[in-house]
C-alpha cells in the first residue's frame, strides 16, 4: 500500500494575497486557480522541485476553525535559498546551525509557518 502525501492545505484569509505572496516572493508556481463559485476558490501551488503541493482556498475549511500551519521544505542549499527568499522581501530568519542541520524560518501574511531545511556543510561534502 502506497500513502502519498501530495497536496497540504494552508489556512489563509485572504486567498490572493496568500497566491502573491507565495507565487511571487517564495518562487512557488501556480498550478491552477479555480473559482468555483462565488463562495468557492481552489488555488494550487507547487514548491519547485517537490511532488506535493499546497492549496489556499475559500468556502471549503470553517474560517473558525483554522489555526496556522507548520511546514518544512527540504532543500540541497539553504544559503541559496535563503538568499532568494530576501531578495523577493520576504522576512525570512538568519541561518542557524543545529547538529542536525541548517534552518531558517518565515511566515506568510496568515501566519503559517515555514522551516528551510538544508545538510550541514560536511554532509554535503560527505556525498
Known sequence: MDLRLELVSVPVADVERAKGFYANQVGFHVEQDVQVDENHRF??????????SIALTRGYIDSEA???????????NVDAVHTFL???DVDVSEIQDYPWGRFCFFSDPDGN????????PEEVADD
Open 86 to 88: 530576501r531578495d523577493h
Open 66 to 76: 483554522r489555526l496556522p500551519q507548520r511546514v518544512q521544505l527540504n532543500v540541497d
Open 113 to 120: 509557518g515555514w522551516s528551510i531545511h538544508g545538510p550541514l
Open 43 to 52: 488555488v494550487e501551488l507547487m514548491p519547485p522541485g517537490s511532488p506535493c
